[in-house]
């Protein structure tokens, strides 16, 4: 079974600033997605950004980008120029794409706080 | 727009109360999933559906069930509320290219904030 581990259950950064969040995954597929989810307080969780581990090149979206390290098995979340409507819970999400049934495992998250 | 929508939003229920939260998206996505999220924000699969009359348990038992009789239609039943239910309940669907070879990850619902007392 695939395992995805968060391990900042907390982390702040001041508005303007770049911050790291950390992902780690256990899997022996070769062939999988990996995603960075966002759920602002009492808010829609929404994708962030997503990544096809055949693709070597990191993936990035305006102001987020990921480093992925498939050897590594690592998927960091880089946040730069940091806004206050970036406070939200973070989730790192791991899907096998060899299966029929397309469910997520999702790490246990990691609270961002961003400061004025 | 194209979305998914929970209703209600918050609910507060007496004990052994039978409950019903409503999930539709009106995207045509065949897979549809709930999501039981913890005090901790931990999120559990509860329950997933492939497409119209296929439902599964997922890898965190739960004594809600499920329907999914139309597409766009995936509500979750709780047939004698409890307070170990109170919980927030998140349903999503997800998307694959025409050609089915590409994810493209699942959109949430705003989810549903259960508290049983």
């Known amino acids: 079974a695939q395992t995805v581990t968060q391990s900042q259950p907390e982390m702040s950064v001041q508005e303007a600033e770049t911050v790291t969040l950390s992902c780690t995954y256990d899997?022996?597929?070769?062939?999988?997605?990996l995603f960075w989810y966002k759920q602002p307080p009492s808010r829609q969780m929404i994708l962030v950004i997503r990544q096809e581990a055949y693709k070597q090149q990191n993936a990035t979206e305006n102001r987020f980008s990921v480093n992925f390290q498939k050897a590594a098995k690592s998927f960091s979340l880089k946040i730069s120029d940091s806004q206050l409507g970036d406070t939200a819970m973070y989730f790192c999400a791991f899907m096998y794409s060899g299966g029929s049934n397309y469910k997520l495992t999702f790490g246990k998250g990691t609270l961002l706080t961003v400061n004025p | 727009e194209a979305d998914i929508y929970q209703t209600p939003r918050y609910l507060v229920i007496g004990t052994g109360k039978k409950i019903t939260l409503e999930c539709s998206q009106t995207?045509?996505?065949?897979?549809m999933y709930w999501y039981q999220q913890d005090p901790g924000m931990e999120l559990h699969l509860i329950h997933y559906s492939y497409g119209v009359n296929s439902t599964e348990k997922g890898d965190l038992s739960s004594e809600s069930t499920v329907s999914r009789i139309r597409t766009e239609h995936f509500p979750l039943t709780l047939e004698s509320a409890r307070p170990s239910h109170t919980s927030q309940y998140l349903c999503?669907?997800?998307?694959?290219?025409?050609?089915?070879?590409?994810?493209?990850?699942?959109?949430f619902g705003s989810g549903t904030r259960l508290t049983v007392v």
């Open positions: 995207m045509g996505h065949d897979k």
């Open positions: 899997t022996s597929e070769n062939n999988y997605y």
């Open positions: 999503a669907s997800s998307e694959l290219s025409g050609s089915g070879t590409v994810f493209y990850g699942y959109t």
